[in-house]
């Protein structure tokens, strides 16, 4: 292979990287753009369904008695509590995160734990509807029989 054949070929290489790279620039700014707006729309939709939960919570709660709704502000203000002290916790990270150049992991890294921390509430609030709905039957049961 001639020398001028060589150059000629790693020219016609370098053009074909530069275009490759720019597809693939495009094609990430693409797929950034549909993340953000997939983000939007989940956290659209879980407004939707805290809201719906909410107003279930709302019904629930003015049909119990004193002592459950004694237990249950016991039991959200503790939750509320947690949850703020997280919150505040997290916000002292982010700080950290963005000092030390690393946002963009520790972004991605508290999106997973959080999502992981709903679900397990999720779970626990199926195993408490699995468990009234139970209680209610059984209820049902007796005053039938």
């Keep these: 292979m001639k020398l001028s054949d ?3 070929t790693l020219a ?33 939709t879980a407004m939707q369904r805290q809201e719906e939960m909410n107003r279930q919570i709302r019904g629930y709660f003015e049909q119990a008695n004193e002592n459950v709704r004694s237990q249950w502000q016991t039991m959200q203000k503790a939750w509320e509590d947690q ?3 997280m919150q505040e ?12 150049g690393q946002f963009p992991d520790w972004a991605e890294a508290y999106a997973a734990q959080m999502v992981s921390f709903a679900q397990k ?18 209820d049902k049961k007796k005053k039938k029989g």
């Design 83 to 85: 949850f703020r002290k």
């Design 6 to 8: 060589m150059f000629s």
């Design 121 to 138: 509430m999720q779970d626990e609030a199926s195993n408490a509807i699995a468990a009234a709905t139970e209680a209610r039957a059984e």
């Design 12 to 44: 016609d290489n370098a053009r074909m990287f530069e275009k490759r790279a720019s597809e693939w620039q495009d094609e990430m700014s693409s797929r950034n753009d549909e993340m953000t707006a997939s983000a939007r729309k989940w956290q659209e």
């Design 89 to 100: 916790k997290g916000e002292e990270m982010r700080e950290q995160a963005k000092k030390s």
